[in-house]
């Protein structure tokens, strides 16, 4: 039950994370017009992580992934917020990427407790930690380069896509 309850926390918290940075990344501000879309758009990927949850296997979501969230984040800022395609790629990918030392961390954790609760909570607060960091002190560079003419950003942004 416990390990149930934190996989559920952690879910709900990387895709937060993800379109949280993604936005940043991609040069949307966090302003009042802005929270509807994002909200909208947390709730269908919530929603559709729910049902393949409920129709598969929480294994299988993590593989449809990139289908069932990246997808609509990378729609929604070349659709509503007029985002090129390789700043919306870059930008997710870049997102995508920041989730790892979360994930190394939390594999190094469950290698020495044997413990999937410890694991998913040292990946929460890494994530946490690693969000803080790139929102705070990392997004506005990010932003810069990911704004900058098509070319320019598809060369920066193929190191995070590769």
């Known amino acids: ?6 996989t559920l926390i952690f879910g709900a918290v990387v895709l937060l994370f993800g379109i949280t940075l993604t936005a940043a990344f ?14 909208g758009l947390y709730a269908l990927c919530s929603g559709l992580q729910l049902a393949a949850i409920a129709l598969v296997s929480e294994a299988y979501v993590w593989k449809l992934y990139p289908v069932i969230t990246h997808l609509p984040l990378i729609a929604l800022l070349c659709i509503r917020y007029r985002k090129s395609l390789p700043t919306a790629l870059a930008a997710t990918f870049t997102a995508y990427l920041c989730c790892e030392p979360a994930k190394w961390a939390g594999v190094l954790t469950l290698q020495i407790t044997d ?3 410890w694991e998913l909570t040292v990946r929460l607060a890494v994530l946490l930690a690693v969000g ?7 997004s506005t560079c990010l932003s810069d380069i990911f704004n900058k003419d098509r070319r320019s950003v598809s060369i920066f942004g193929m190191v995070p896509t590769v």
């Open 115 to 117: 413990s999937p609760v």
């Open 132 to 138: 803080y960091i790139a929102l705070f002190h990392v």
């Open 1 to 6: 039950m416990p390990e149930t309850v934190m």
């Open 26 to 39: 991609a040069g949307i501000r966090n302003v009042r017009e802005n929270i509807p879309a994002f909200l």
